[in-house]
C-alpha cells in the first residue's frame, strides 16, 4: 500500500504529481455527461459476437482521444482497445492519463464493455502488432472504427531509427503575442513573448511527428493483415483555431503537420471507398484546456477569454465527440465542409465570437485581464487536468498511489 495525502506542486502549467481520486472522478463525470445510448442499435458493420462495434483508439488517456474514448463506451457501446503512453507510479505518483484509463477501464467494465488498454509507444510497430493480435484473438478480428489523436514531442521511424522532434514555430518571420501567465503567487500576468521562426528541417521534422504518416501507417498496418471491417470508418483529430493565434498554430509548423494530416485523410478516403467501401476523414474540434495546448504561446489566454465571451456555451471534449460518434455511426448525417473535414469547431469560429474575443485581446494586460477572461475556470481546468480542483472532492484525505494498470481479467 502506498496511500499518502497529495498536494498539487506546479511549475507554470505543468503539475510534479497527479491525484488519482480526482483523476477517477473527472472520468466519472465524463461518463455522466454523455447521452444515454440510444434506443435503437447504432448502425455497423457485423462483428463477431454480435456485440458493440470494435474500436480502436490511438491516444486514449488524455484530452480528445479520452473524450473519444469515453463517448464511444458510454453512448456507441464500443469496445476494442485504447492505446496511449504513461508513466507507472513510482517515486512520484503515475501520470494523470495513468490514473484515468484505470477509471475508463473499470467504467467500461461495470457497463459490460470488452474494453482494453496498452500501454506503450503507439508509433512503434510493436504496439501495432499486439493491437493486430488481440483483434485477431479476442475481437472476431475485425476493427470497425479507428479514433488517432496522438500529440506527441517526438517520433522514432519504426524502418529507419530516425528519430524526429516537433516544435512550436512560426513560419517565416518571428511570432510575438501576448500571453497568460501566473506568477509565484498565482497572480495573473499578461506578458508578450516573441518565437523564432522554424529553420533547417524543423518543418520537415514537425510533419513527420504530428503529421499523417502513423495514421497512414496503422491503416496499411492492420489493411495487411485484412482487420478491416467491410465499411470501416477512421478520423483523426485535428483543430485550425482562431485567426488571433494562426501565426504560431496553423500558419506555423504545427498547421503545417495539420495540413499534412487532413491530406493524408483524402488519400484514406479515396483508397478505403475502394476497397471497403469505408470512410476517413479529420475532425476539426474546438478550443480546450489540455495539456498540449497550455504549451502553445498565446492559447491560454485565447483560451481564458473565449470562456469569458461563452460562459457555459462553451462545448467541452466530451460534447464535441459524442457528435463525432454521432456523425460516423451514422445517427447523424456526416457533415463535411469543402476539405472534407468533420467541423465540431462551428460555435467557436461564429464570427460574432471571434470579434468578441479579439476586442477583449486587443485590450488584455495584466490589470485588466481579470475583467476580460474566466481566469477562475481557467486555473480550474488545467488543474484538473491532473486530477485537482474536482469539486466535492476531500484532498485532505490519502488515497492509494498505487493503482495498477488494467488487465483483461479486470
Not at 492519463?97 to 467504467?107: E, H, I, S
Not at 482494453?116 to 485477431?136: C, I, P, R, W, Y
Not at 522514432?156 to 528519430?163: C, I, Q
Not at 523564432?196 to 496499411?220: F, K, L, Y
Amino acid at each position: 500500500m502506498s496511500e499518502r495525502v497529495i498536494a498539487p506542486k506546479n511549475r507554470g502549467f505543468l503539475f510534479l504529481d497527479s491525484h488519482p481520486g480526482g483523476c477517477r472522478q473527472l472520468v466519472d463525470e465524463m461518463w455522466q455527461a454523455v447521452p444515454a445510448p440510444l434506443a435503437v442499435p447504432v448502425p455497423a458493420p457485423a462483428t463477431a459476437g454480435g456485440e458493440g462495434p470494435v474500436a480502436l483508439v490511438i491516444g486514449s488517456s488524455s484530452g480528445y482521444g479520452l473524450a473519444a474514448t469515453i463517448a464511444g463506451l458510454a453512448r456507441v457501446g464500443i469496445r476494442g482497445i485504447g492505446v496511449c503512453f504513461e508513466k507507472a507510479p513510482a517515486r512520484r505518483t503515475g501520470t494523470a492519463g495513468w490514473y484515468r484509463t484505470a477509471a475508463t477501464a473499470r467504467l467500461a467494465r461495470q457497463h459490460g464493455r470488452d474494453m482494453m488498454f496498452l500501454n506503450g509507444d503507439a508509433f512503434s510497430d510493436t504496439v501495432k502488432e499486439q493491437v493486430a493480435e488481440l483483434l485477431a484473438e479476442r475481437f472476431g478480428g475485425r476493427l470497425d472504427y479507428l479514433i488517432y489523436s496522438v500529440a506527441a514531442p517526438r517520433r522514432t521511424d519504426p524502418d529507419t531509427g530516425d528519430v524526429y522532434a516537433s516544435v512550436l514555430k512560426p513560419i517565416g518571420t518571428p511570432y510575438t503575442t501576448k500571453t497568460l501567465v501566473f506568477d509565484e503567487h498565482g497572480g495573473p500576468e499578461v506578458k508578450e513573448v516573441t518565437t523564432a521562426p522554424a529553420e533547417g528541417d524543423d518543418i520537415e521534422q514537425t510533419v513527420a511527428v504530428m503529421g499523417g504518416t502513423d495514421w497512414e501507417r496503422w491503416i496499411t498496418f492492420l489493411a495487411d493483415r485484412s482487420l478491416l471491417a467491410d465499411g470501416f470508418t477512421t478520423a483523426a483529430l485535428s483543430y485550425i483555431g482562431s485567426p488571433l493565434t494562426a501565426a504560431i498554430y496553423r500558419q506555423g509548423t504545427i498547421g503545417a503537420a495539420k495540413s499534412h494530416l487532413e491530406a493524408t485523410a483524402r488519400t484514406l478516403d479515396e483508397r478505403l471507398g475502394k476497397t471497403l467501401g469505408g470512410r476517413a476523414v479529420t475532425s476539426v474540434n474546438a478550443a480546450a484546456v489540455t495539456q498540449s495546448s497550455t504549451a502553445i504561446p498565446g492559447i491560454a489566454l485565447y483560451v481564458g477569454l473565449l470562456r469569458g465571451v461563452l460562459g457555459d456555451a462553451m462545448v467541452a471534449p466530451i460534447g464535441q465527440l459524442v457528435q463525432l460518434w454521432d456523425q460516423l455511426t451514422g445517427v447523424r448525417l456526416l457533415d463535411l465542409d469543402d476539405e472534407g473535414r468533420v467541423r465540431l469547431d462551428t460555435w467557436e469560429l461564429d464570427p460574432a465570437v471571434q470579434d468578441a474575443v479579439a476586442e477583449r485581446w486587443s485590450t488584455a494586460t495584466s490589470d485588466t485581464i481579470t475583467e476580460l477572461a474566466d481566469l477562475g475556470w481557467f486555473s480550474d481546468e488545467v488543474r484538473r487536468l491532473y486530477g485537482f480542483s474536482v469539486p466535492g472532492f476531500d484532498y485532505t484525505a490519502a488515497v492509494e498511489t498505487d493503482v495498477p494498470w488494467p488487465t483483461p481479467t479486470d
